[in-house]
């Protein structure tokens, strides 16, 4: 029997502000609609924690053992500056800067983002549809809207009417916005915009000449505004009203709102049954952002390149260390979190490597372990709470301990228990990568290697043998690892 009949799983519905029992439309089959990148440049760690939020949720519907249809997008058109509804395109733009064409531009950071996410085992979604590849879908979708009277056409582009449409819906209902505050709170439009109201926002824009990315319609050779796309594809391949929808918090406004509106006007039935928003990732303090250049990248901390970490993290680190604090909590990138989750997981790590080779008694003692598994599934059961699991698994972790120290004991039958459940949590859902031959990543024993140079080095200088300490740091130079002498000791990166 499936898992998920007898979990009551609950999940914070952004909407109603509640934590709701979660009830799929069709009973053993999810939706789940994530809006996905904007392939204009690399990604960052922040974009990366959204998605890999979603990772886990997608991973332990699964476990539950719901068929889950994964939708993730790529925008690879229609995202104007600012998330505007005037100025460039930003994959445009990116080609303009670096005099190619816009698809090379998609190309590149499409198979960047891949990278990434192979990289920090991510499961692939089941469909990773692109803007561009569903122009027709979103004209189908303008076609209706303006049909049913909730859009408008000047000069070749189309805007949907939200004044309109708040008379007979709720225009704001998601980000708990009203219409009238809106408009006290945005200022007039300059003269230069086709819009009836500033409020309203961009379903077809007509382009400039000199615009490449371009399509026919009938309306004129253009392209789709930015919220339209998440509408065209999720409805085609999840149905006019599906399960989850999510994203990070800050697409709640306007971007979701704009796609409930959408749906409303094209369909007349509410998208989503249970929105979803993950938290944001901060730097220092502040919001990870591309336009504010407050951003690490993947790369630079798994190869320990840059001017903010100490050292290079792993993979499993890195996903341990998004886990260990709640979807809908924002989260500080700091160097001390970082060598904390490195710490804790290989505690965890090495508890769950000896667990064949403990001693079997007769009878468990000191730990129940029934009890715990139960745990273990209430913290997921409770809107994904991972901090909690993992508490639950260091919990679990200790007991495996005190059996190795003899102060505890285990019988076979719950040996298997328990170690079919931290397999379970530890790598079926939270994501972890399962390593050969020991604990730690390669990139974690890389790192100990390395510190041991660092460590003889030190002592041949306290020598005076500065020909050996020489020759430790250029030959590890010579292999791409470089040592950086600081107040705090010495620290390295890889390239
Ligand atoms: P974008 O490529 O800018 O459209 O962003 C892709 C995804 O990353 C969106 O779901 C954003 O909400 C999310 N995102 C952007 N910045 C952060 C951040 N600092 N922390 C978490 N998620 C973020
Ligand atoms: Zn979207």
Partial sequence: MELYKNQELKIYNSLTGKKEIFKPINEGYVGMYVCGPTVYSNVHLGNVRT????DMIFRYLKHLGYKVRYVRNITDAG????????GEDKITKKARLEQIDPM??????????????????????SIEPTATGHIIEQIEVIKTIIDNGFAYEVNGSVYFDVHKFNET????????????????????LDGQSDKKNPQDFALWKKAD???????????????????????????????????????????????????????????????????????????????????????INPNELLSGNNDKMSKAYSPNVIRFFMAQSSYRSVLDLTDDGLKASEKGLNKLLEAINILDKLNISNESNGFDISLWKEKCYDAMNDDFNSPILIAELFNAAKYI???????ASINSKDLELISNTMNTFVYDVLG????????????????????????????????????????????????????????????????
């Fill in 104 to 125: 090379e531009v998609v190309q590149t950071y499409t198979v960047d983002f891949h990278n990434i996410l192979d990289t920090l085992n991510f499961l692939p979604p």
């Fill in 209 to 295: 000449p000199q615009h490449i990315m371009r399509w026919p319609s009938p309306w004129s050779d253009g392209f789709p505004g930015w919220h339209l796309e998440c509408t065209a594809m999720s409805t085609k391949y999840l149905g006019e009203t599906f399960d989850i929808h999510g994203g990070g918090m800050d697409l709640k406004f306007p971007h979701h709102e704009c796609e409930i509106a959408q749906n409303e006007a094209a369909i007349g039935k509410s998208p989503v049954n249970y929105w979803m928003h993950a938290n944001m990732l901060e730097l220092n303090g502040q919001r990870m952002s591309k336009s504010t250049g407050n951003t």
């Fill in 79 to 86: 995202h104007l500056e600012n998330d505007a509804d005037e």
């Fill in 401 to 407: 301990n005190q059996i190795k120290d003899g102060t």
């Fill in 432 to 495: 972890l990568k399962k390593q050969q031959g020991g604990t730690q990543d390669n990139s974690d024993k890389l790192g100990d290697t390395v510190e041991i140079l660092i460590k003889l080095r030190a002592e041949a200088r306290a020598n005076k043998d500065f020909a050996l300490s020489d020759q430790i740091r250029d030959e590890l130079l010579a292999i791409g690892i470089q040592l950086k002498d600081g107040k705090d000791g010495t620290t390295f990166s890889t390239n």
């Fill in 51 to 54: 998605f890999m939020s979603f």
């Fill in 169 to 188: 819906h709720e225009y704001g209902k998601l980000s708990k916005r009203k219409l009238e505050d809106l408009i006290h709170n945005t200022r007039a």
